[in-house]
């Protein structure tokens, strides 16, 4: 009776050794680098990285950018502020007694005498106050000058 239960200790101990082969080689393909689950795994976490410094960066332009609108919203309401006060200023004024078409003219004719006389385009102000430098010149489409 010992020696048939030696046999079956010894043919149960096998048995689980085997056992136990089997399922290391089925642990080790399924956490190959390159196959299995832990490949998956790795290409996962360099595309959650891929993506982290891609928002970051995106998350800086988009700050950079809500600056920028910021800026160019305060020169905008900057510029229309005195637009207005150039408007309600406009309506204080008498009538001009100088007819239309030759106030046109002389108009045309001042803007191009110093449309000309500038050496380079005026720079828009970068600041925020709303510079006081030029920021729309007038061309004239209607005249072809001969120098």
Do not use: W
Request: negative net charge; charged residues 25%; contains cysteine.
């Amino acid at each position: 009776m010992d020696l048939i239960a030696d046999i079956l200790l010894a043919a149960g101990a096998l048995g689980a050794g085997f056992y136990c082969l089997v399922l290391s080689r089925r642990l080790k393909r399924f956490n190959d680098l390159e196959k299995g689950v832990g490949g998956a795994v790795a290409v996962l976490s360099a595309q959650v990285d891929d993506l982290n410094k891609s928002l970051v960066s995106a998350q800086k332009v988009s700050d950079g950018s809500s600056k920028a609108l910021e800026q160019l919203t305060g020169r905008a309401e900057t510029v229309a502020q005195r637009l207005e006060l150039m408007m309600a200023s406009m309506h204080d004024m008498p009538e001009a007694a100088v007819p239309e078409a030759s106030l046109a003219a002389e108009e045309r004719d001042a803007l191009a005498e110093a449309y000309d006389s500038q050496d380079a385009p005026a720079k828009p102000a970068d600041d925020a106050s709303g510079g006081s430098g030029l920021m729309f010149v007038r061309h004239s489409r209607g005249q072809n000058r001969v120098a």
